[in-house]
């Protein structure tokens, strides 16, 4: 493997990556739309998701320019890594696993309080009853519990098919090779 190759790889995992900051983005845009009606709507989200689009376009499908850009590649003394044995099929599994279980676990509570402030309004909407007022006097944030929720099932489709995305993407990488 060359150095080039290696940074390719580096920056491939690094745009895979970005996919969980776009995940982010996305589902604050889509629970945002109610929004627009009002005249309220962020555009910073819309303008920080076209960003990490484009950013992560850059990264996955195109990093030979970007190594080609920066000269990542020279000044070294040996061109090849011949003590690295990596496999940009396993990298790209593990990478996939590793954003699976941090959408999941990181969101995990987000959801599951959410669920129980959701409960405790529908249960008692007159907030006549002190045993759930004193549990947490809040009340639930839908939108919170939409992005939390829409993570988590992003994150599970990941971990169950981490498979099938990195048969995919490598039959990307060897199409554009």
């Known amino acids: 493997m060359s150095k080039r190759d290696l940074f390719k790889i580096i920056l491939k995992l690094y745009g895979i990556t970005l996919v969980l900051s776009l995940f ?3 589902s ?4 945002n739309f109610q929004l627009i009606s009002d005249g309220n709507f962020d555009w910073f989200y819309l303008t920080a998701a076209i960003v990490n689009l484009g950013l992560l376009y850059i990264l996955v499908f195109e990093p030979g320019r970007i190594v080609s850009i920066f000269k990542l590649d020279q000044g070294f003394d040996d061109d090849r890594v011949d ?3 990596l496999d940009s099929y396993i990298l790209t599994k593990v990478v996939l696993i590793g954003m699976a279980t ?10 599951i309080s959410q669920i129980v402030y959701a ?3 529908s249960v008692n909407p007159n907030q006549l009853d002190s045993f759930f007022n004193s549990m947490s006097p809040t009340s639930a944030n839908y939108n919170l519990l939409f992005n939390s929720s829409l993570q988590i099932a992003i994150g599970f489709l990941l971990l169950t098919n981490h498979v099938r ?8 990488n060897k199409k554009n090779s």
């Not at 604050?28 to 629970?31: A, D, G, I, K, R």
């Not at 941090?102 to 959801?111: H, K, P, R, T």
């Not at 990195?166 to 039959?171: A, T």
Request: glycine residues 0%; contains cysteine.
């Open 119 to 121: 409960f405790k309004d």
């Open 102 to 111: 941090y959408l999941i676990v990181f969101n995990l509570a987000d959801c």
């Open 28 to 31: 604050v845009l889509f629970s």
């Open 24 to 26: 982010y983005f996305i």
């Open 83 to 85: 003590n690295l044995n």
């Open 165 to 172: 995305l990195s048969r995919w993407l490598e039959k990307l």
